[in-house]
Nanobody
Framework: QVQLVESGGGLVQAGGSLRLSCAAS????????MGWFRRAPGKEREFVAA????????YYQDSVKGRFTISRDNAKNTVYLQMDSLKPEDTAVYYC???????????????????WGQGTQVTVSS
């Protein structure tokens, strides 16, 4: 099994920054596609960003391009989401996800991930 634990959420003013972390268990972290999703109250789960293990290609939701950056540190079995220029509409529970399969632009956006973390709350005030 793969266990994912998110951290780094909190309360921040609009225009501020947060960095989310997702620590993964197991020795095969470098072989997993990693992604971030979010869900706001009353809305469906939304794709945010993902990073492929094989190519290193990153994928982003259009609404976060230029503001969020996904990265990974395989030595630490950790994936990060650096969030800058935060807006109130970014408020949501953010979930980390992992999958062993080859990533594509379509697969990551539709949520084809086999493992999910418990989520961490991000609240942006104005």
């Amino acid at each position: 099994q793969v266990q994912l634990v998110e951290s780094g959420g909190g309360l921040v003013q609009a225009g501020g920054s947060l960095r989310l972390s997702c620590a993964a268990s197991g020795p095969t972290f470098s072989r997993y596609t990693m992604g971030w999703f979010r869900r706001a109250p009353g809305k469906e789960r939304e794709f945010v960003a993902a990073i492929a293990w094989n190519s290193g290609i990153a994928y982003y939701q259009d609404s976060v391009k230029g503001r969020f950056t996904i990265s990974r540190d395989n030595a630490k079995n950790t994936v990060y989401l650096q969030m800058d220029s935060l807006k109130p509409e970014d408020t949501a529970v953010y979930y980390c996800a992992a999958d062993r399969r080859l990533a594509t632009a379509l697969s990551v956006r539709r949520g084809d991930f086999g493992f999910w973390g418990q989520g961490t709350q991000v609240t942006v005030s104005s």
